[in-house]
């Protein structure tokens, strides 16, 4: 595997069900993101993870909850979502000093019914 | 006044076509601006960055930053079917832990043959 991967790729999941995205970065950075990218809103950053301490919660309600394990991997938890959830769930990498030059995942499409 | 502003599209242009893609933004704290290049059901990917003022080329592509008119630009040259993607521009102003990218919602070109 290179770069950096996401499974699944695609989730549907009722309001009450509990399911857990999964990020892995083979790039050796040290620095790992979710995003939430939903039609004509820009990507909204949710949480950062840097040298495995998280830095940033961008206000993220707490249904959403993350989990950095290590360097390379990071999980987003997710349980009682709402309708207006679904979105396209992006995981990015970078080196902690480099927050600028930031690689993408495919991203998991989130449905919510 | 939103932080980045990016026209939102979508263009349309012929193949060899000279494509010229805007972001503005309001922060002057901006110091790293960034495109990304997002095709359908991909994660971004990181065409290019800049830092500060002044113009960055690779091959066909084009980045220019005027900060003192808070404006930057992509240029796409004798442009092809295959850069049919959405464009989106990103900003990076703050360092260690504020530190994180500010998005532009995204413009969809699309290069007709």
Known sequence: ETGVTQTPRHLVMGMTNKKSLKCEQHLGHNAMYWYKQSAKKPLELMFVYSLEERVENNSVPSRFSPECPNSSHLFLHLHTLQPEDSALYLCASSQALRMWEQYFGPGTRLTVT | ?113
């Open chain 2, 1 to 113: 006044q939103k932080e980045v502003e990016q026209d939102p599209g979508p263009l349309s242009v012929p193949e060899g076509a000279i494509v010229s893609l805007n972001c503005t933004y309001s922060n002057s704290a901006f110091q790293y601006f960034m495109w990304y290049r997002q095709y359908s059901r991909k994660g971004p990917e990181l065409l290019m960055y800049t830092y500060s003022s002044g113009n960055k080329e690779d091959g066909r592509f084009t980045a220019q930053v005027d900060k003192s008119s808070k404006y930057i630009s992509l240029f796409i040259r004798d442009s092809q079917p295959s850069d049919s993607a959405t464009y989106l521009c990103a900003m990076e102003g703050e360092t260690g832990a504020n530190s994180k990218l500010t998005f532009g919602k995204g413009i969809t070109l699309s290069v007709r043959p």
